[in-house]
């Protein structure tokens, strides 16, 4: 009989991915709801350290699951070295943070289960013993309520800010368990990992944002932010397809991929918010969305909007601002 | 070298929602399509690939017919020739069952590279790819933004978080998710317009106990997202009239100019 929910903790060389902490915190919210104990589990070469620094959270062990070919991540080294865990403890759940390298193997673990992922949910709630988790569709546009009705173990992923890091309660010390995994060939070889030197732009320091999305429809459009953004005194950024279109350079985009930003002020010029560009942005103070898409998922975290032409609105916007500064 | 190209068919990203009477899923009656994003960039790739090494490029595609524009705009491409697994309702399965049913479409093809986009614009569970690789007993590699190919191994450069990245080597075939914006997506010439009304279009059909084995996860109910912040919506409707209150708010209100 399955029971427990495993959380998986995420590192990189020994250093604690923060969002491990969410899945974590979402695990003891569901933990404590279902009556189920929870257990965590760290894959590496040599990571006692880091399973020692998890145990302090309130959980019934941390599993310490070590083969010399889990020092550098691989998708088949972890997914083998999960496998054997899931194997052995047999749990209800199997929760993990929805990062690129959990979207990098945990597919595959599933599908050892003959089964998917219920993948990047914003939040999972339990009614009369059952656990219902809720995803975001369409690029943010809708929300889907999923629920599992397949055997154990139920495999799911969070996404960043499902659930706040300092959630996750400590406890009286767990235990570690040492466990030594199975892990067969290893296909594929990893080099270093490196950041491209051309970052050029810090955007993390920025108080006040203007950034612009698909909704500027061409390069030449780009003048008119870089007005308004001259006019507010502000930094220029975009989201993704902007800087894939080449209009502007990769050290602007915000978002998963690019910078995390959290300005006084963030000025959204046709973007529509999908959750890869709103987690780099979320945080910022006072947020201005202009687009003319009424649902667009922007105005979801908008204090300030505008359904409307941007082409309109800009302009005028410029304008005014520079009225009100020329004033004070 | 041989490429198959998995590429999907979404609702328009600009379209407007409507969700149908069920709350189940939307009303796709009425609804105009497009090939979710990455999986353009994915064909981008295997163009670019086969152009340097040679080899063909095979595209394929999952759905009702209406997928057959999908797959003719990526003929018109470039595209060699496609195979589309053909069924109503197919976009209700899970990954598992999806990657199945591509597994079956395409394993006697014997391809050295499979591309497909890392996730897609309407399920977003960016799993199929991966999930096809371990099906078909192929190494793979997600979120990747550039692929060299030229030498005795595959060499691809992946997306990390926060702006890092990471190259992986691995011998094909294998199998490789594209992060949209690897390159710049070429447009249709008139010429390879008329070239696709030449090229063969296979058309399969998955096995029923893919289509009816009962999936893991099941929808419940669809909805609008619930608001986190309450948005002063300004102008009501006229822009230039929003711009002027906005512009006021920021000062006096918001107090951020």
Partial sequence: MSNGILVFIEHRNGVLNRTSLEALAGAQLLGSALQESITAVVLGSDVAALAQEIASYDLAKVI???????????????????????????????????TYLVRDFAPKLAARFGKSLISDCIRAEVAEGSTTFTRRIF?????????????????????????????????????????????????MTPEDPFQEVKQAVDLSKADIIVAVGRGIKSKDNLALAEKLAEALGADLAASRPICDAEWLPIDRQIGSSGQTVAPKLYVALGISGAIQHLVGMKNSGTIVAINKDPEAPIFDIADYGIVGDLFEAVPVLTEEIKKIKAGA | MKIIVLMKQVANKDAILRINKEATWIE??????????????????????????????????????????????????????????????????????????????????????????????????????????????????????????????????????????????????????????????????????????????????????????????????????????????????????????????????????
Avoid at chain 1, 75 to 87: I, R
Avoid at chain 2, 95 to 123: C, H, V, W
Avoid at chain 2, 156 to 176: H, N
Wanted: hydrophobic share 40%.
């Fill in chain 2, 28 to 257: 796709e009656a009425d609804l105009s399509f497009e090939v979710s994003e990455s999986d353009g960039y994915a064909l981008e790739e295997a163009l670019r690939v086969k152009e340097k090494l040679g080899g063909e490029v095979v595209v394929c595609s999952m759905g009702p017919q209406r997928v057959k524009s999908v797959i003719k705009d990526a003929l018109a491409r470039g595209a060699d020739r496609a195979i589309h697994v053909v069924g109503d309702n197919l976009g209700h399965l899970s990954p598992y069952a999806t990657a199945s049913a591509l597994a079956d479409a395409i394993r006697d093809e014997k391809p050295d590279l499979i591309l497909t986009g890392l996730q897609s614009d309407d399920y977003g569970y960016g799993q199929t790819g991966v999930i096809l690789a371990e099906l078909l007993g192929l190494p793979h590699a997600t979120i990747v933004i550039e692929v060299d190919a030229s030498g005795e191994k595959l060499r691809v450069k992946r997306e990390l978080e926060s702006g890092w990245y990471q190259w992986y080597s691995m011998a094909t075939p294998a199998l490789l998710t594209i992060q949209s914006g690897i390159s710049q997506i070429r447009y249709a010439t008139l010429k390879g317009i008329m070239a696709a009304k030449k090229k063969e279009v296979k058309e399969v059909t998955p096995a029923a106990e893919i289509v009816g084995r009962p999936s893991h996860q099941r929808i419940s109910k669809v909805y609008l997202p619930q608001k986190s912040k309450q948005t002063q919506l300004l102008g009501n409707g006229d822009a230039k009239a929003g711009a002027v209150e906005l512009a006021q708010k920021l000062h006096t209100e918001a107090r951020v100019i």
């Fill in chain 1, 139 to 187: 690029l943010g546009k809708l929300d889907a309520d999923v629920v599992s009705d397949g055997e154990a173990p139920v495999f799911a992923t969070f996404q960043s800010g499902a659930y706040r890091p300092d959630q996750a309660q400590k406890g009286s010390g767990a235990a570690v368990e040492e466990m030594t995994v199975e892990v067969g060939e290893i296909r």
């Fill in chain 1, 64 to 98: 310490n699951a070590t083969n010399a070919n889990l020092a550098d991540y691989t998708p088949d080294g972890y997914t083998d070295a999960m496998e054997h865990v899931v194997k052995q403890l047999d749990p209800q759940l199997v929760l993990m943070p929805h």
